[in-house]
């Protein structure tokens, strides 16, 4: 998976802590597979968020993550 616009942490894979996190903007994943990532939303706009293989994009994998401003929040 591909996020656009910010880097992330992998914190868990499957439930189990990762041995290393370095940042990064894409995780490969294995069908099944859940990631617990952590990242800074400091960016405000939408971001797409999506699997690079096409086929797997045209049957869903893929949306927009919309990050808000917390200023204009108030």
Known sequence: MHLHGFSFRVLTRNGVEVPHRQWADTVLMAPED?????????????????CHVTDHQMAGLMTVLRVRDAEQER
Do not use: I, N, Y
Request: hydrophobic share 55%; no cysteine.
């Open 34 to 50: 859940t990631v617990e990532a952590a990242f800074v939303a400091d960016s405000p706009g939408d971001w797409m968020l999506h």
